[in-house]
Structure formats: structure tokens, C-alpha cells
């Protein structure tokens, strides 16, 4: 059974960064495209980001690009999500995914994504 573990998320002030981890057990990580999530209250669920299964590929939402990097370090089962310049909009529950042969045109898309994590919840607020 696959299982992602997110984790570092918390309350952080405008302006300053947080890095996101999600773990990957149970599963071949290295055949899975991630993908980052954010869901804010009485919001929909939207996209952030993914890299593809080697890295080579990434894609961002354009909120957020120029302040997110997403990685991953397949020898050790994980995707990150580093945050800076944090502004109160950020502020939501996010969600890594994982999924096997998406193709490059689907990896915006929730549904095509198998597994997905509980999600951590980042606060940003002065």
C-alpha cells in the first residue's frame, strides 16, 4: 500500500519561508510523477506544482512561480516544496500527490494522481 507523509508545514509571517516534505512508502517512488496541492478554506482544491519522475520536468501554478521550488531526491523517497517570500494567500492545507505514467499534459490535473497525502497545514500571518 502506498502512503505519503507530508510534513513541515506551521504558522510563518509574511515574507519568510517554509519547506515542505512528503515521503513516499510502500510504493517504486522513482516511477512516480509528485505534485503539490493547496486547498484553502471554502476554496477548491488547486495546483501548485509537479516534477516529473526523474526531476527533469517541473511545472508551476502561476501564483506561485518565481517564489516555489519543487525537487526530489529519489534515494530518499521524497518531494519538497521550498516556499519563500510567503504572503497570506499561501495560507491552506497542502497536499502532495503521486502517480505512475501521467503524461505531461495531465500533471495539472487532480484526478490524475493515484495517491495522496493527509496534508499540512501552513498558516502565513503577522
Known amino acids: 500500500q502506498v502512503q505519503l507523509v507530508e510534513s513541515g508545514g506551521g504558522s510563518v509571517q509574511p515574507g519568510n519561508s517554509v519547506r515542505l516534505s512528503c515521503t513516499v512508502s510502500?510504493?517504486?517512488?522513482?516511477?512516480?510523477?509528485m505534485t503539490w496541492f493547496r486547498q484553502a478554506p471554502g476554496k477548491e482544491r488547486e495546483f501548485i506544482s509537479a516534477?516529473?519522475?526523474?526531476?527533469?520536468?517541473?511545472i508551476y501554478a502561476d501564483s506561485v512561480k518565481g517564489r516555489f521550488t519543487i525537487s526530489r531526491d529519489n534515494a530518499k523517497n521524497t518531494v519538497y516544496l521550498q516556499m519563500n517570500g510567503l504572503k497570506a494567500e499561501d495560507t491552506a492545507v497542502y497536499y502532495c500527490?503521486?502517480?505512475?505514467?501521467?503524461?505531461?499534459?495531465?500533471?495539472?490535473?487532480?484526478?490524475?494522481?493515484?495517491?495522496w497525502g493527509q496534508g499540512t497545514q501552513v498558516t502565513v500571518s503577522s
Open positions: 510502500g510504493g517504486t517512488f522513482s516511477r512516480y510523477a
Open positions: 516534477i516529473r519522475e526523474r526531476g527533469g520536468t517541473t
Open positions: 500527490g503521486a502517480g505512475a505514467g501521467i503524461i505531461l499534459s495531465s500533471l495539472r490535473r487532480d484526478s490524475a494522481y493515484a495517491y
